[in-house]
């Protein structure tokens, strides 16, 4: 059950819908929201992309790594969006609040990544697309608590959360 204390956070592909869904899931539920990408971009102090262009991304995922301990130790009351490789790196997700995975087809991420300016802040919206799709399926679903299916709007996806 969701108390105004627990924490929930969203795993899933890049474009999923883990920021979009989260913000509105946080408004709904008087609850803080947190992106991980944003704290940390701000905490470096540059982009997601340049800190993969100039310290790779093995800095990045130190990053991530740090900053799920923090929100392990220190964070109630919050929807927590998470990047795409969180869970690749990330192995207390679960004992941070609820995890849901945000599952779009791969047809839907790669029609949003075909958006204007959605593409060009992430690194990894690459050629190795498709195949980390499908090497990610796994480590998503083994992630989470509950898997729900993120196509279609925001406010669909919503429904189907509190389902
Ligand atoms: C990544 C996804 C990105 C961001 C970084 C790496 C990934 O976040 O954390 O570019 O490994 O899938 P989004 O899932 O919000 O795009």
Same mark, same amino acid.
Request: hydrophobic fraction near 40%.
């Given at each position: ?15 999923? #819908?883990?920021? +979009? ?7 709904? +539920? ?37 900053? +799920? ?7 109630? #009351?919050?929807?927590?969006?998470? #990047? ?26 790669? +029609? ?7 593409? #060009? ?11 980390? !799709? ?5 480590? !998503? ?23």
């Amino acid at each position: 059950m969701t108390t105004p204390h627990s924490n929930t956070l969203l795993i899933g592909f890049m474009a999923s #819908g883990k920021s +979009s869904v989260g913000r509105l899931l946080a408004q709904r +539920s008087d609850r803080w929201f947190i992106d991980t990408d944003a704290l940390i971009a701000t905490m470096a102090g540059k982009s997601i992309s340049a800190i993969f262009e100039e310290e790779g991304e093995g800095r990045f995922r130190a990053w991530e790594v740090r900053l +799920s301990k923090w929100l392990q130790d220190h964070i109630t #009351g919050a929807v927590i969006a998470t #990047g795409g490789g969180m869970p690749l790196v990330c192995n207390n997700l679960k004992a941070i609040g609820e995890v849901i995975w945000l599952d779009a087809p791969l047809e839907v991420i790669e +029609s949003r990544l075909a958006q204007p300016g959605e593409s #060009g802040s992430r690194p990894l919206a690459d050629e190795a697309l498709q195949t980390r !799709y499908h090497e990610r399926r796994s480590i !998503y679903a083994r992630t989470a608590h509950r898997q729900i299916d993120a196509s279609g709007s925001v406010e669909a996806v919503l429904e189907r959360l509190f389902l």
